[in-house]
């Protein structure tokens, strides 16, 4: 009896809990949002240009290249766009700064 006890205890401590939505991920409050981020990844040739993709308030957008020296963000059709005040760019680049 105390064995079926004990497998029960230690089976329902091993099964794995629900994984949060942001976990593994940076997140931060940023200007009253919870931007995250998804995925980023650094340019080879150019240091200062992140392709990233970004959660603001739990929506994610698509793949997007920052350009952290000249403060813009290149967008997945070609459109050009600066970044605003609080813009998730400004957190990017404010991250990973050196």
């Known amino acids: 009896m105390k064995y079926i006890i ?3 205890i230690v089976l329902s401590t091993s099964v794995p809990l629900p994984v ?3 976990q593994g991920y940076v997140c931060r409050n ?3 949002h919870k931007i995250c981020i998804l995925s980023i990844q650094r340019s080879a040739k150019k240091y200062w240009e992140y392709k990233a993709s ?3 308030d739990g ?3 698509p793949i997007e290249v920052y350009n ?3 403060k813009f963000k290149v967008q997945k059709d070609g459109t050009v766009v600066s970044f605003k005040q609080n813009d998730p760019g ?3 680049c404010s991250f990973f700064s050196k």
């Open 90 to 92: 400004e957190l990017i």
């Open 68 to 70: 952290c020296r000249g």
């Open 54 to 56: 970004v959660s603001v």
């Open 20 to 22: 949060q939505a942001d």
């Open 30 to 32: 940023y200007d009253g």
């Open 6 to 8: 004990l497998l029960l």
């Open 59 to 61: 929506v994610k957008t």
